[in-house]
Every structure is written in C-alpha cells, then in structure tokens.
C-alpha cells in the first residue's frame, strides 16, 4: 500500500510561516545593505556615518532605535509570506501529482520537475509582482499604498508582470535545483528522499 500523500495546504501554511521569519530576520541587514547603495551613489558630500553591516546596525540603533530598523518591512511581508508558501504548497502539490502510483515514491526527475513547476509558481504568483512592484516604487518615489493603483491604471494589470518569463526561468531552475538537492540530501541521510529529518540537518541541508 502506497503512502500517504502529504497535504498541501500544511506546506502552504507552514512556508508561510517561514517566509515571514526568514523576512523579518534578514531584513535589518537588507535595510542596512540598502542605505549602503544610497551611500555609494552619492558623490562628494559628508563622508557616510558608516560603511559596513555592522557599524550601520549599531549606528543606526544607536541614533534612531532599533525598531527603524524594520523601516520598509511592511511591503516585503506582504509578498514574502505568500511567495514561501506558494513555493512549498506548489512543490507538495506537483510531487502529489508526480509520485509513482503503485509505491508513493518519486524519482529524482520528478522531484527536479515538482520544484520547477512550483518555482514558477512561485514567480508568477508572488516573485514578478513584487519585484516590479519594488522597483517601480522607486523610481516613482511613491508608497506602496499610492504607487500600486499608480501603476495599474497607468500601466494595467499587465504593468505588474514586467518580466515574467525570465523570472519564471529563473526561478523554475532555482526551485527545481533546490527541492532535487534536499531530496538528494534526506536520500544520502537516510535513504528515503521523502524523510523527515532532524531540525539540525534539516537546517544545515537548508
């Protein structure tokens, strides 16, 4: 008898989950990466007040609270959650489909195609959107709030997916490298592609 199949929409949920931690964990070094940019952009003028990761979290805790760190948070958030979820809901979802009939188990092609299909889930769903999205509030100097409708009834929904093909290129090949490495990963552990592993290696295959 052939195992059970795993649900998606535990994936979905627990990738949201995820994605959210992963966001708010690394987004003071982005924010901080970010000003960085700013600062090498900039010719002449004071010297910047810092020139590193970390002298610009201390200097910017030290002289505007560590909460602004999470200054521009809230946009990312709001892609970053779903785009995990979509990613790991897709990638259960297309292994469900993939798995062999009789045994439950998928090779490593399918498990290679599983992660593709689910990274240009991922990418026409969440990654294209917000990365238009990010790039076009910056040029226009708009919020999220005012720049979105800015961009749809000046561009149309289409304005959104500026790019999908090769983000669905590029990510298809990520995700699908990435799902056949772990598979591989819990295959040479343990000998089941599919097993659940220990948090450690779990996080260290990660």
């Not at 931690?21 to 003071?28: F, K, Q, S």
């Not at 910056?138 to 790019?163: A, Q, R, T, W």
């Not at 290129?169 to 592993?197: C, T």
Request: net charge positive; charged share 15%.
């Amino acid at each position: 008898m052939p195992p059970a199949k795993r649900d998606p929409s535990l994936s979905l949920a627990a990738g949201c989950v995820a994605g959210g931690v992963e966001a708010c964990i690394t987004w003071p070094m982005e924010y901080i990466k970010t000003q960085l940019q700013t600062f090498s952009k900039v010719k002449g003028g004071k010297p910047p007040p810092f020139t590193g990761i970390g002298s610009g979290l201390v200097y910017t805790v030290r002289t505007t609270g560590f909460f602004s760190l999470y200054n521009g948070l809230a946009p990312v958030l709001i892609f970053a959650v779903p785009k995990a979820g979509i990613r790991f809901g897709a990638n259960t979802y297309f292994k469900n489909l993939l798995r062999d009939k009789e045994t439950g188990k998928i090779s490593m092609g399918f498990a290679f195609l599983a992660g593709m299909c689910a990274g240009v889930c991922e990418a026409t769903l969440a990654v294209t959107p917000q990365e238009t999205i990010k790039t076009k509030l910056i040029n226009l100097n708009m919020g999220l709030l005012d720049g979105v409708p800015h961009i749809v009834k000046s561009e149309g929904v289409g304005g959104l997916y500026n790019g999908l093909f090769s983000t669905c290129l590029k990510q298809g090949g990520n995700q699908g490298s990435r799902f056949l490495f772990m598979a591989q990963y819990r295959l040479f552990l343990s000998g089941d592609a599919e097993a659940k592993l220990s948090k450690p290696m779990t996080f260290l295959g990660g």
